[in-house]
């Protein structure tokens, strides 16, 4: 599994955890958080490696059906990079600089 995907996965599961279930939420975060295998999920819930396998593959897909309708990890990034070219227009203003951090911390 690519590191891309990785980190995609984590900020999608950020976002979205909330309307996930508690199984769903379990798997997805000893996965992809906790660098669990497969086969230590399935040992650790008493289920086979292929019903993990599946659960997290529909888990996956229903996070990235949530990020096409709500967008909220893409206007995070957006923010990013606002961010970053608010800073570097902005690199020698004191004022400014403060007003930034702010804007950072509410992320």
């Known amino acids: 599994m690519s590191l891309e995907k990785t980190n995609r996965m984590n900020y999608l ?22 660098d669990y295998s497969l086969g230590e999920i399935a040992e650790e819930f008493e289920v ?26 893409e206007k995070f990034e957006q ?6 070219t608010l800073k570097r227009q902005v690199e020698h203003s004191p004022d400014a600089t ?6 950072e911390n509410l992320e």
């Open 79 to 84: 923010r990013q990079q606002l961010l970053q």
């Open 48 to 73: 086979s490696r292929q019903a993990v396998y599946d659960n997290i593959k529909r888990t996956e897909a229903m996070l990235e059906q949530y990020e096409e309708k709500l967008a909220l990890f």
């Open 98 to 103: 403060e007003t930034i951090s702010a804007l």
């Open 13 to 34: 599961f950020d976002f979205y955890q909330a309307l996930l279930t508690p199984k769903q939420r379990n798997y997805m975060s000893l996965y992809y958080l906790d």
